[in-house]
């Protein structure tokens, strides 16, 4: 084997002959390099299937159901293959990395419940079976009812809406009917805290309530406040407050029994936004700090996989005033035969098609089944114990406004920084949320529900290694920004892309049907 000193290899790669120009194809491969899309990889003749021969006579399409062929990409099987994992290696992913998005529970998703979801029994159901053929899955959906009832403390559950948004909207259209059934139709305006999330007000208005903003005070809400707004809008016009708990600042507020009662007072109704959920699983239940209705983000909470759009489940529970307003169908059992009920003559009428997210309670079924109620405790002490961990650890460098363990300030499952002093060095939030990606962390959440803040959430399933690895790279950027902040304007610069510009990709996608 001859070698080459690094002179020749200089010139082998500088030189090439002159008639003969290195092709593109021959560049060595990047990590940035661009995946061409399956229509540019197309080859006049290339075929992933080959069909067997006709053993019928060919019978030509009728003209009037004959269209021009759509333009296909033709392309063989391992370079269909080949084309879509490179382009699943580019997507980040909890399988992958680390996944520290505040308030969206990126949570590990234990194979078990996929196993479970694909079992042929499950999967290979048709919606439109009679009730008579379905008892097995019409029971697992009647446990998983049981199930979040008895977390939340509430009376009865519906399984229909698909997510945390649609929960939200169903529960307001059944505290709607129930005031209208009441002879209260004036109940139509909707308090929600400043820092709700962008669903809360988007859902009252959906339901055609109004949304009158409650300010906060270091993330909670003010009593005074709370009443001096009542009375200014009249306590006979509120139909609810809709408020996260713990809330969005990450903090559990100890004063939520007191807010449960000025509503109560109010006549109105406390809708809780359950999506918080995993920090208080079996340590107290929704019921028992007042609240009338909620919903479940079983995607978060009970490991699903999301944040891909869908799909998810978004549960909700309310009080038994409440429940004869619930969707229908509504899952029952009588004597061990379960059964689809849609005799309620009160109820709103249905929210979806068919009865619920099947997979997606199967999953939710399986994963509070293994768990078991101290496994679900377990989930919430962990998940708390991280944040706190975390917040411990990079307060000094990343201040956290709603965090001080000296005056007893602890987080719930996520928590807030806000780094001034490091911001205060030229640097923004994205220049640290895109440094984070060249160490193949996921960013926080950024910006929400206050200005400048990182809102950061571990999840009970990421190990002490994982925790520590992340403070050490958050504390390496607060040096590199101490030290050369302008070199964080370039990040990041060991991912597939650099930085995009999110505004043109928001405003003027680019998306290209060929077909
Ligand atoms: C995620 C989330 C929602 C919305 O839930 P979806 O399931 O995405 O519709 C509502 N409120 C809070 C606080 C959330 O974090």
Redesign the pocket.
Same mark, same amino acid.
């Given at each position: 084997m001859t070698t080459m000193t690094p002179n020749q290899d200089a010139m082998i790669e500088k030189k090439p002959q002159a008639d003969q120009p290195i092709p593109a194809a021959a560049e060595p491969r990047s990590a940035r390099q661009v995946e061409p899309t399956v229509f540019e990889k197309s080859c006049p003749g290339a075929r992933s299937v080959t069909l067997p021969d006709l053993d019928v006579a060919e019978t030509p399409i009728p003209d009037a159901l004959a269209s021009t062929a759509p333009d296909w990409a033709e392309i063989g099987i391992l370079q269909t293959v080949r084309h879509y994992t490179h382009l699943s290696q580019r997507n980040f992913s909890i399988d992958g990395e680390f996944y520290p998005l505040g308030?969206?529970t990126m949570k590990f998703n234990p194979r078990i419940n996929e196993h479970a979801a694909a079992l042929p029994g499950f999967a290979s159901l048709h919606p439109m079976q009679g009730d008579a053929d379905i008892q097995g899955a019409l029971a697992l959906l009647y446990q998983t009812r049981q199930f979040l009832e008895a977390i939340s403390g509430l009376d009865e559950a519906c399984l229909q809406p698909a997510? /945390?948004?649609?929960?939200?909207y169903t529960a307001l259209k059944v505290i709607r009917a129930f005031y209208k059934a009441k002879g209260e139709p004036n109940r139509i305006k909707v308090l929600a805290p400043e820092t709700?999330?962008g669903?809360?007000p988007a859902s009252c208005a959906m339901c055609g309530a109004g949304v009158i903003t409650v300010p906060t005070v270091g993330g909670s809400i003010d009593f005074d406040e709370l009443r001096a707004i009542i009375d200014r809008e009249g306590a006979d016009t509120i139909m609810a407050l809709m408020i996260?708990n713990p809330n969005?600042a990450g903090v559990f507020d100890g004063g939520m029994a007191q807010i449960s009662k000025i509503i109560h007072e109010a006549g109105a109704k406390v809708y809780l936004?359950g999506?918080?959920m995993n920090a208080i699983l079996g340590k107290t239940r929704p019921a028992d700090f007042g609240a009338d209705a909620m919903h479940y983000?079983v995607?978060?909470t009970f490991s699903t996989p999301?944040g891909g759009g869908g799909p /998810?489940g978004?549960p909700i529970v309310v009080t038994k005033e409440l429940a004869p307003f619930l969707p229908i169908p509504q899952i029952t059992e009588s004597n061990g035969v379960f059964a689809l009920d849609y005799d309620k003559p009160h109820t709103i009428g249905k929210v979806r098609s068919f009865i619920t997210q099947f997979g997606i309670m199967v999953r939710c079924w399986t994963y509070i089944r293994a768990c078991g109620p101290e496994g679900l405790r377990g989930v919430a002490e962990q998940a708390v114990l991280s944040a706190n961990y975390l917040a411990a650890k990079l307060n000094d460098k990343y201040e956290t406004p709603f965090w001080n363990s000296e005056n007893g300030k602890y987080a719930a499952h996520e928590f807030l920084t806000v780094p001034k002093a490091l911001l205060s060095q030229g640097v923004t939030l994205n220049d640290i949320a895109k440094r984070l990606i060249d160490f193949g962390i996921h960013p926080p959440t950024m910006h929400w529900p206050i200005k400048d803040c990182l809102m950061v959430e571990p999840t009970e399933t990421e190990s002490l290694e994982t925790l520590d690895r992340f403070i050490a790279v958050m504390r390496r950027i607060a040096h590199e920004i101490e030290t050369d902040p302008q070199q964080l304007a370039k990040a990041p610069q060991d991912a597939t892309v650099n930085r995009l510009d999110i505004v043109a990709a928001d405003r003027a996608p680019k998306v290209v049907f060929k077909g």
């Open positions: 308030s969206c997510a /945390g948004a649609h929960g939200e709700a999330h669903t809360n996260t969005t936004d999506a918080n983000n995607h978060k999301h /998810g978004g």
